[in-house]
């Protein structure tokens, strides 16, 4: 899902003159430094809460994209990706809920 996504967003920038990113943010460089300095069911817990954080705000700005956007092209993306970003927020809840 997520490759799909990510080449559909590619076109799409592409398309509108839109340089994406091509490292991580530095608050995604501070999770993946903790997360290599832990192991076994700890790494699982705070990898499955990052998770749920970045699904949780991805589905924000999806939401935010989808009802207010002015360009269409960009509306219709988010429109079109937020079911599958809601999925793996489920999902991701559901494996999060069962390592409390």
Known sequence: DHTKANSELKTLAAKKNVTLPTELDSDRKEVMAELQGLSG???DRAYVEAMVEDHE???KLFE???NDN???EVQAFAA???PTLRSHLEMIKNIQSKLK
């Open 41 to 43: 069911a700890e790494f």
């Open 57 to 59: 705000a991805s589905v």
């Open 64 to 66: 935010n994209q989808a």
């Open 70 to 72: 002015s360009d269409s």
């Open 80 to 82: 079109k990706t937020l």
